[in-house]
């Protein structure tokens, strides 16, 4: 079996759904349940033998190490993060708890647990750490997209927390031969993203008639992939990554910020046309830009490409049609998420127009 941490959340969720729908090899899913978790996203496996979730944090020495020897997991599969670049600028702290000492304590547990394993299990043993292109910085409009060989510059909170994470797991390669894996993957989309990020929240708003709060010009470019993408990377990576190797994950798919929105508007439109006839554009709102809001992300998605022979299987046309009739046909969802803790959050963030 493997162990999935922070699967209650959008890209962790996403994976579980997947890994289940093509194998029946168990899931255990540790997650503490934050804000950004949530079991609805799961509901489809509601009483199904294979996923076994357990509530807890990845910080937790006693219960991981509990859950380790208990299991025995063959693989790890760390997605468990506080993840909104926006909340990081609020407030830290918990990027920092989570994302690095979680992420060491789990470490700590893990290395304690591999090093009891049989030779065998213990050469195929994996520790897959899923992190993020934003740990590299920001590039210039000409600049060549982020290689695996670029300096970690990062420039959020999030961005750093994440930075950390990753360093510890290549130390744990370098220095006690655990056999890691890492992926820093581009913007992801699609079903079951929490609707704070800025793709289900034009939606969202936009159904509601709320403002489209675009942050500065909206020219700050990202790099959108499909989750379901981002899911089949991390499979063919655990299934056949070079041990204490990092992968990019990318779309080859960069998009202004304002062109994302301009498009879900459009979809809606077609989709779900407002009542008084006029296009869901209207609702577009020009705000304050973030402090220190990186201009472009974008990801050579070259390497896994040539030696695990990946490539996303939607372009943004077909995913990101995808997403808006997702949305659209699970609004028992959203109104599900939208929770006291959510409202608290878009009013502290937007005001009285978000
Ligand atoms: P998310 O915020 O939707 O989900 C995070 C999950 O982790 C939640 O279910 C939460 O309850 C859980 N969690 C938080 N702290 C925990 C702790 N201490 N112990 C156990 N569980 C905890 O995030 P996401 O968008 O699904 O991202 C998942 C991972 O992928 C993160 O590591 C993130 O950095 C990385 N990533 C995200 C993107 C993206 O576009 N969303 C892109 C690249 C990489
Ligand atoms: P986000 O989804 O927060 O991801 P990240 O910051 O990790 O890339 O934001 C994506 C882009 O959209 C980013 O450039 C910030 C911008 N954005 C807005 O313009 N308005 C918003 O309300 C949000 C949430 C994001």
Redesign the pocket.
């Known amino acids: 079996m493997i162990l999935v941490t922070g699967a209650a959340g959008f890209i962790g969720a996403n994976f579980v759904l997947d890994w289940l729908a093509q194998s029946d090899e168990p899931v255990v899913n540790l997650d503490k349940l934050t804000y950004a978790g949530n079991l609805q996203s799961l509901a489809s496996l509601q009483g199904d033998p294979r996923h076994h979730f357990v509530h807890g944090d990845i910080g937790d020495r006693a219960l991981v190490d509990r859950l380790l020897a208990e299991h025995q997991p063959r693989a790890i599969v760390n997605f468990a993060a506080e ?4 909340r990081s600028i609020h407030g830290p702290e918990d990027f920092i708890q989570t994302n690095v000492v979680g992420t060491f304590h789990l470490l700590e547990s893990v290395r304690a647990y591999w090093s009891g394993l049989d030779e065998t299990a213990k050469a195929a043993f994996r520790f897959l750490h899923v992190s ?1 292109d ?1 740990v590299y910085g920001t590039l210039g409009a000409t600049d060549p997209a982020f290689t695996e060989n670029n300096p970690y510059e990062p420039n ?1 909170p ?1 961005s750093a927390s994440k930075a950390a994470s990753d360093h510890l797991v290549r130390a744990y390669h370098h220095t006690y031969g655990l056999p890691v894996l890492t992926t820093n993957c581009s ?1 992801n989309y699609g079903p079951f993203h929490f609707p ?4 289900p ?2 939606i969202v708003n936009a159904l509601a008639g709320k403002p ?5 010009d ?1 020219m ?3 790099d959108w992939l499909f989750v379901k993408d981002h899911c089949s990377a991390i499979r063919r990576v655990l299934e056949a990554g070079q041990p204490g190797e990092t992968y990019n994950v990318g779309g080859w798919n960069e998009k202004p ?2 062109e ?2 301009r498009t879900v508007c459009a979809l809606l439109d077609e989709m779900s046309p407002r009542a008084d006839g006029k296009g869901y554009a209207e609702q577009v709102t020009y ?1 304050k830009d ?1 402090p220190g ?2 201009r472009r ?1 974008a990801i050579d998605a070259t390497k896994i490409h040539r030696e695990l022979g990946w490539k996303p299987a939607e372009t943004f046309e077909t995913g990101i049609r995808k997403t808006v009739r997702w949305y659209l046909d699970n609004q028992a969802w959203v109104q599900q998420v939208q929770s006291g803790e959510y409202r608290q959050w878009i009013d502290r ?2 005001g009285a127009k978000g």
């Open positions: 993840s909104h670049v926006d993020t934003e959020s999030y913007n704070e990020k800025l793709i929240l034009m489209l709060p675009v942050y500065g909206g700050q470019i990202r910020n304002i994302i929105v705000v973030r809001h990186d992300y963030q937007y």
